[in-house]
C-alpha cells in the first residue's frame, strides 16, 4: 500500500511570491491534514479536509488556504510569502472513523525555503 | 498557545539499555494521546497512542505510560537500537470532532553503539 506522497520535495521561493503545495493521502483515507514544522519547532496545525471541506483551521493567517479534491487529493497554498514561513510542511491522512480519525500518516514533507 | 512540553530536548543512551522519554501535557481534557517518530528527512511515524481511561499501553517494545493527575506522559523502550534514534514527538488530541493533534516540540534520543 502506498503511503501519503508530497510534491514538490523541496522549494525556494522568494519573498512576496506565492506557493503550492500537494498531497496525495493513503488510498481509502478521506481526511487530510496540513502541519508545519518550522527549524527547531514541533508540528503546528495548519488545515484539516475532510470529504471535501475544511474542518479545522489552526492558528495561522489567512494567507495559509488550501483544498481537497473530489479524489481526497489536497493543495495547500500560501500567499505574500514571508521569511518565516521557512519550514517543513507536512501533510497527513486519516480514516474518518466513528467522526474522530485518530491516527494520521504522514507523507515526507516539502521543504519549504523563503528568501 | 496551544502546546504539549516536553521534559529532555535530548536523551542520549547506550545501545542495549532502556530508554524513557518525557512528556507533559497542559489539557487536562485531553482524552488521547499519541507518540511518533521522526527520523532525519521524513515525515513523522505513528509509534503508538493511549487512551484516557487506560493508564498504560504496550507495544513491541514500546510502553507509553500515563498519569492523569499530573498530567504527563512516558514512552518507554525497551533494548534501544541505533536503529531507535530519532526525535519522538508526543501529540493530545481532545473531546470533540477536531481531529486536531497538539504536538510538543521533540526529544531527540540519541542511541550510543
Known amino acids: 500500500e502506498a503511503g501519503v506522497t508530497q510534491s514538490p520535495t523541496h522549494l525556494i521561493k522568494t519573498r512576496g511570491q506565492q506557493v503550492t503545495l500537494r498531497c496525495s493521502p493513503i488510498?481509502?483515507?478521506?481526511?487530510v491534514y496540513w502541519y508545519q514544522q518550522a527549524l527547531g519547532l514541533g508540528l503546528q496545525f495548519l488545515l484539516w479536509?475532510?470529504?471535501?471541506?475544511?474542518?479545522n483551521r489552526g492558528n495561522f493567517p489567512p494567507r495559509f488556504s488550501g483544498r481537497q479534491f473530489p479524489n481526497y487529493s489536497s493543495e495547500l497554498n500560501v500567499n505574500a510569502l514571508e521569511l518565516e514561513d521557512s519550514a517543513l510542511y507536512l501533510c497527513?491522512?486519516?480514516?474518518?472513523?466513528?467522526?474522530?480519525?485518530?491516527?494520521?500518516?504522514f507523507g515526507p514533507g516539502t521543504r519549504l525555503t523563503v528568501t | 498557545g496551544e502546546s504539549v512540553g516536553l521534559h529532555l530536548p535530548t536523551l542520549s543512551v547506550q545501545e542495549g539499555d532502556n530508554s524513557i522519554i518525557n512528556c507533559a501535557y497542559s489539557?487536562?481534557?485531553?482524552?488521547?494521546f499519541i507518540w511518533y517518530k521522526q527520523e532525519s528527512g521524513k515525515g513523522p511515524q505513528f509509534i503508538i497512542d493511549?487512551?484516557?481511561?487506560?493508564d498504560k499501553r504496550q507495544g513491541q517494545r514500546v510502553t507509553v505510560l500515563l498519569n492523569k493527575t499530573v498530567k504527563h506522559l512516558s514512552l518507554q523502550i525497551a533494548a534501544t537500537q541505533p536503529g531507535d534514534s530519532a526525535v519522538y514527538f508526543c501529540?493530545?488530541?481532545?473531546?470533540?470532532?477536531?481531529?486536531?493533534?497538539?504536538f510538543g516540540t521533540g526529544t531527540l534520543l540519541a542511541v550510543q553503539p
Open positions: 479536509y475532510d470529504e471535501g471541506e475544511e474542518r
Open positions: 493511549i487512551r484516557s481511561n487506560m
Open positions: 488510498s481509502g483515507h478521506t481526511s
Open positions: 489539557n487536562s481534557a485531553s482524552d488521547y
Open positions: 501529540a493530545e488530541t481532545y473531546g470533540g470532532a477536531t481531529n486536531k493533534l497538539i
Open positions: 497527513a491522512s486519516s480514516k474518518r472513523s466513528g467522526g474522530r480519525g485518530y491516527e494520521q500518516y
